[in-house]
T-cell receptor, first 114, second 112 residues
Framework: GAVVSQHPSRVICKSGTSVKIECRSLDFQATTMFWYRQFPKKSLMLMATSNEGSKATYEQGVEKDKFLINHASLTLSTLTVTSAHPEDSSFYIC??????????FGPGTRLTVL | KQEVTQIPAALSVPEGENLVLNCSFTDSAIYNLQWFRQDPGKGLTSLLLIQSSQREQTSGRLNASLDKSSGRSTLYIAASQPGDSATYLCAVEMDSSYKLIFGSGTRLLVRP
């Protein structure tokens, strides 16, 4: 199947700083990418839908000014967690649509905010 | 609002057993349903996708069924192996937007 990469795989930051997570589709073009967050032993919750060249669509309850999403090209979407706090510590996973109802998921980024 | 539930939350079985994982959803008007596997600290791997018009899909030792009218799906794993140990997630898609609504998963441990 197609490959989606995420960078970094792990990040530890201090409270109040911003962290950028990159999601890349390596061998396909994704017009739409999705960002999920997952708390320990919980399911994935969709945060936002990222459309190439346009503004992201955020799910209810997700602060768009805190979780900045940029989808500048068909192979790259970035999620920036601004002014991170300990409660933002989570596992962030992106996915890209590969056509024909297929989504390919990245390996995830574990964010720890101290 | 669609809600997806998976039972049991955790399951431990000896190697070689056949097992069934359950998924239920409250709104039967789904576009499709998928089963995923997630290894600890990793992303997701798609196992099976069932379109709303289909009743089952098979891949190797895995068989997934869908009863849309009753809002249920099952994932059957035959002759389980320790390598099957992972968290299994089901997710539904309500339209062709690719947006997935996930269940909370079943953590499976297959003991050697």
């Amino acid at each position: 199947g197609a490959v989606v990469s995420q960078h970094p795989s792990r990040v530890i930051c201090k409270s109040g700083t911003s962290v950028k997570i990159e999601c890349r589709s390596l061998d396909f073009q994704a017009t739409t990418m999705f960002w999920y967050r997952q708390f320990p032993k919980k399911s994935l919750m969709l945060m936002a839908t990222s459309n190439e060249g346009s503004k992201a669509t955020y799910e209810q309850g997700v602060e768009k000014d805190k979780f900045l999403i940029n989808h500048a090209s068909l192979t790259l979407s970035t999620l920036t967690v601004t002014s991170a706090h300990p409660e933002d510590s989570s596992f962030y996973i992106c996915s890209g649509n590969g056509g024909q109802d297929t989504q390919y998921f990245g390996p995830g980024t574990r964010l720890t905010v101290l | 609002k669609q809600e997806v539930t998976q039972i049991p939350a955790a399951l431990s079985v000896p190697e070689g057993e056949n097992l069934v994982l359950n998924c239920s959803f409250t709104d039967s008007a789904i576009y499709n349903l998928q089963w995923f596997r997630q290894d600890p600290g990793k992303g997701l791997t798609s196992l099976l996708l069932i379109q709303s018009s289909q009743r089952e899909q098979t891949s190797g030792r895995l068989n997934a069924s869908l009863d849309k009218s009753s809002g249920r799906s099952t994932l059957y794993i035959a002759a389980s192996q320790p390598g099957d140990s992972a968290t299994y997630l089901c997710a539904v898609e309500m339209d062709s937007s690719y947006k997935l609504i996930f269940g909370s998963g079943t953590r499976l441990l297959v003991r050697p």
